[in-house]
C-alpha cells in the first residue's frame, strides 16, 4: 500500500504534502479546488490524475503553468472514463511485459457533474466494466458553472440556471429531477468494488475515501458534493458551510457501497429543515414555502429509504 | 518469413503483433472490424500479449488509444466510415497532444442513407487536423506501411498520429498473397518498445500535458505540429530506406509510378483504385497508347515537390477521387484541390482534371478506367478540356 494508514480519522493522519498547489485560477471559496487539493493530498505523489474539460481543467490550468505536482493530463469533456481506462490499461500491459518497472501507480480521473452524468456517462460505464485499475471521481457542483452555469442531470430540482431561468411563465427553474449517478454505477455495474459518496465539506472521510477507491483493485467511483459560489449564489466564504448543511439536512448524503454492501458513511443527529440550505443560495431564492415543503417530502422519503431517518 | 493468402485485415493485425502494441481499443463497424477479430483471436490464443479493451463506442477508442499512448504504450485502433466520424472529437485533438497513436481505417461512404461500399471521403475530412495518413493499394501494403507506421510516428522529430487507410472490401475483405516476416526480422526493423520521448505520463518525472493554452502559445504549439508534419517527410524517406534494408520492398515513400515513363496522360489516386488502372493500362499499352497511372501512396504529409515533379512531364493528369467536396472550388473531388495546387507555379504544367469515382461505394471498373483514359487522351490530343470535373457512371 502506498499510504501508512489507508483511513485518516484525525489531523495528525493528514500527510503535509500538497499536490495540488496554490496559484490557479479558480474562484474564491470554490468547492472543486478543494476537492482537488484533498484528492492529491490523499493519493500521494505515486498518482496520476487525468481531468476532463470543465472549471477544473479551464480554471486550473494555463500554459507553462500547472497547480498539479503528479502527473496530469487533459481528457475531452466526454472522455474522461476512457483516458483513464487507456492509462490504466498502459501501465498494466508495460509491466506486465517487462517494459516499465513493477510498480502500484494511482490512475485517477476527474470530470464535474456534466463530464460524468451527462457526456461522459458511457465513458465512464465502460470504464466500470473494463476491469481496468482506476478511480472515477465526480465532482459534482451541480451545473455547466464554467461555462456560466447552465442545467446538468445532477442540477438539482427547483434550482436557477442560464438554462433553467425562473421566469412568469416557467416559475421553478429547474423541474427536472438530480439523477442518481452513484446508485446508477453500482446498480449498473455489479463488477464494481467500492462506489462511494463524500463532500468537501467531511475532508477526513473525503480523503479515506480516495484511498480506499484506489486501494481496491479494479475499478471504483467517488462522487462528491463541491458547492460553487459562482453557480450557487452565495458568498464565498460560506462553501463550507453550505456543503455541511447539505449533508445535516439530507441534500446529500455520505455512504459507501463496498462489495455490494450499502453503509452510511455519516448520520445527521438531528436532520435540520432544507430551507435552511436552500436560503443561503441565491439559486433557489425563486422557490417559495409550498416549493419547500415539497422538497422536504422528497428529501424525507429518500432519508427514511437510506436509513438516515 | 511465410507467404500468405490473407486479407489487409489479418496483414494488419499481424503488423501489430509485430509491433508488439501494449494496448488495443477495438469497436465493432463494417469494414474494418475483421482486423479487431483477428487480434482479440491472436491474444486468446496466447500469440502476443496486449491489453484488449472492448470500447463502447468509437470516441472511447481513440480516448483510450490517446491516452494509452500518452502513458507511453504502443497502441493500436481504428475505425471505418461513420465511426471514424464519431471518434471525430478525441481524434482532433490527438495530433496536438504529440502521442503516436496508430490506427487503421476501412474506408466507407459515409451515412446517409447506410452504405457498405467504398469512399475515401471520411478520412479525408481529417485532412486538416495533422493525422498522417496513409493508403495501401493491396494487403502487403497494408502489412508494410502499418509496421512503418510506428517507426514514423514515434519519431521524436514527428510524434503525430499515423493512420493506414484501407479501401473497404478490396483490401479488408478480399485474399492476396502477403510475404509476412518472421518476429524476430519485423523486430529487427521496429523494436517493440518506442524511443524515448519527454511527454510520457509517469509519477517518476511529474509534467502537465495539455493545460488550457488560449491565445497566449496556441500559435505556437500549431507550429509545433506543423513542424512535426513537415519533418515526416523526411522520417518517412529514411524509415522507407529501413524498411528496404530489412525486407527488400516497400516502394518508394510518397508515390509509385506505374508505366509512366513514356506516358502522356497519367491518372493519379489513392489507395486499391490503382488495381483496375493497372488492368486497364496493360490493355490499352497494347493497342499502343501511352498511358500511365501514378499512385498516391500517403496523402499526408502531402509530398508536393516529389509529386509536383512526377505529374509535370505529363500533357494531361486525371484526378480520381473516390470522394467529394461539396460546393469546393469547381465543384470537386479533395485529392483534385491538392493536385492541381501543387501544380500551379509549374511553368509548362499539365492539364488537371479531375473524375468523382466510386462514389457512394460504387465499384470501381476496368472499363471505368479504360473509358477515363481514352477521354483524357483526347484532351491531350485536342487540348480541349470540355468538361474539368466529371462524375463517372452517374445515372443523371
Avoid at chain 1, 243 to 265: C, H, N, P
Avoid at chain 2, 151 to 168: F, H, M, R, W
Avoid at chain 2, 209 to 219: E, L, N, Q, R, S
Wanted: proline share 6%; glycine share 8%.
Amino acid at each position: 500500500m502506498s499510504w501508512e494508514k489507508l483511513e485518516i480519522r484525525t489531523l495528525k493522519d493528514v500527510p503535509k504534502d500538497e499536490y495540488f498547489v496554490a496559484g490557479h485560477r479558480t474562484c474564491q471559496g470554490c468547492g472543486p479546488a478543494l476537492a482537488c487539493k484533498l484528492i492529491a493530498k490523499a493519493a500521494g505523489p505515486r498518482a496520476i490524475c487525468i481531468t476532463a474539460t470543465g472549471c477544473m481543467y479551464v480554471a486550473n490550468c494555463s500554459y507553462n503553468t500547472t497547480p498539479w505536482a503528479i502527473p496530469w493530463m487533459h481528457a475531452q469533456l466526454g472522455g474522461m472514463g476512457s483516458a483513464v481506462c487507456g492509462a490504466a490499461a498502459a501501465y498494466k500491459a508495460m509491466m506486465r511485459k517487462g517494459k516499465i518497472k513493477k510498480e502500484e501507480i494511482h490512475v485517477i480521473g476527474l470530470a464535474g457533474d456534466g463530464g460524468s452524468a451527462d457526456i461522459g456517462l458511457s465513458a465512464i460505464s465502460g470504464a466500470m466494466l473494463s476491469g481496468e485499475d482506476h478511480l472515477i471521481i465526480t465532482y459534482d457542483n451541480e451545473s455547466y458553472a464554467n461555462t456560466g452555469v447552465q442545467a446538468s442531470s445532477l442540477t438539482p430540482w427547483g434550482a436557477w440556471t442560464t438554462f433553467t431561468p425562473p421566469g412568469k411563465m416557467l416559475r421553478l427553474g429547474n423541474v427536472r429531477v438530480k439523477k442518481d449517478l452513484p446508485k446508477m454505477i453500482a446498480a449498473g455495474h455489479p463488477n464494481v468494488r467500492y462506489v462511494a459518496t463524500a463532500s468537501t465539506s467531511f475532508p477526513f472521510d473525503l480523503m479515506t475515501k480516495v484511498r480506499k477507491g484506489l486501494a481496491v483493485k479494479g475499478p471504483a467511483f467517488l462522487q462528491i458534493h463541491t458547492p460553487c459560489p459562482k453557480g450557487w449564489k452565495f458568498s464565498p466564504e460560506l462553501t463550507v458551510r453550505i456543503g455541511r448543511l447539505a449533508v445535516e439536512t439530507g441534500m446529500w448524503t455520505l455512504y459507501e457501497i463496498e462489495d455490494g454492501q450499502f453503509k452510511l458513511s455519516y448520520k445527521p443527529p438531528k436532520r435540520k429543515p432544507v430551507s435552511e440550505y436552500l436560503k443561503l443560495q441565491g439559486r433557489f431564492a425563486h422557490l417559495r414555502e409550498p416549493d419547500y415543503r415539497y422538497l422536504q417530502e422528497q428529501v424525507d422519503a429518500a432519508c427514511k429509504q437510506m436509513g438516515i431517518d | 518469413m511465410v507467404k500468405l493468402i490473407t486479407t489487409g485485415t489479418t496483414a494488419i493485425a499481424t503488423a501489430v503483433k509485430h509491433a508488439d502494441v501494449d494496448v488495443i481499443s477495438a469497436y465493432p463497424i463494417r469494414p474494418y472490424t475483421g482486423v479487431m477479430n483477428e487480434l482479440a483471436r491472436m491474444i486468446a490464443d496466447g500469440e502476443f500479449d496486449a491489453e484488449y479493451i472492448v470500447a463502447d463506442s468509437e470516441h472511447t477508442q481513440f480516448e483510450i488509444a490517446k491516452h494509452a499512448a500518452a502513458c507511453g504504450a504502443r497502441v493500436f485502433t481504428g475505425s471505418a466510415g461513420i465511426g471514424w466520424a464519431f471518434a471525430h472529437e478525441p481524434l482532433v485533438v490527438t495530433p496536438a497532444d504529440r502521442v503516436p497513436v496508430v490506427a487503421m481505417v476501412g474506408n466507407r461512404a459515409l451515412d446517409d442513407p447506410g452504405n457498405f461500399g467504398v469512399e475515401h471521403t471520411e478520412t479525408l475530412i481529417t485532412r486538416d487536423t495533422g493525422w498522417m495518413m496513409c493508403w495501401p493499394e493491396n494487403p502487403q501494403e497494408a502489412y508494410d506501411l502499418t509496421l512503418m507506421g510506428y517507426k514514423i510516428a514515434e519519431d521524436p522529430s514527428v510524434l503525430l498520429p499515423y493512420v493506414v487507410c484501407c479501401d473497404g472490401n478490396f483490401i479488408t475483405h478480399v485474399r492476396f498473397p502477403v510475404d509476412l516476416p518472421d518476429m524476430e526480422v519485423a523486430r529487427e526493423f521496429l523494436p517493440p518498445t518506442p524511443p524515448p520521448r519527454v511527454n510520457v505520463l509517469h509519477p517518476d518525472k511529474p509534467l502537465s500535458i495539455a493545460p488550457h493554452v488560449d491565445y497566449y502559445w496556441g500559435t505556437e504549439i500549431r507550429r509545433q505540429m506543423e513542424e512535426g508534419m513537415r519533418n515526416a517527410i523526411e522520417v518517412t524517406k529514411r524509415v522507407h530506406e529501413e524498411f528496404y534494408k530489412v525486407f527488400g520492398r516497400g516502394g518508394p515513400p510518397f508515390i509509385e509510378e506505374i508505366a509512366t515513363e513514356d506516358a502522356d496522360v497519367a491518372l493519379i489516386g489513392l489507395g486499391g483504385m490503382a488495381m483496375p488502372a493497372r488492368a486497364a493500362i496493360a490493355q490499352l499499352r497494347s493497342q499502343g497508347k501511352r498511358v500511365g497511372y501514378v499512385k498516391l501512396r500517403r496523402f499526408r504529409p502531402f509530398a508536393t515537390e516529389v509529386i509536383r515533379d512526377a505529374l509535370r512531364k505529363f500533357k494531361v493528369v486525371a484526378v480520381l477521387d473516390n470522394d467529394f467536396s461539396f460546393g469546393s472550388a469547381y465543384h470537386g473531388g479533395i485529392v483534385f484541390q491538392e493536385i492541381r495546387s501543387a501544380l500551379y507555379d509549374v511553368p509548362e504544367r499539365p492539364k488537371v482534371v479531375n473524375y468523382l469515382i466510386g462514389l457512394g461505394g460504387r465499384e470501381i471498373t476496368v472499363d471505368a478506367m479504360r473509358s477515363i483514359y481514352n477521354q483524357v487522351l483526347e484532351i491531350a490530343e485536342t487540348g480541349e478540356v470540355k468538361k474539368l470535373v466529371q462524375w463517372v457512371g452517374v445515372r443523371e
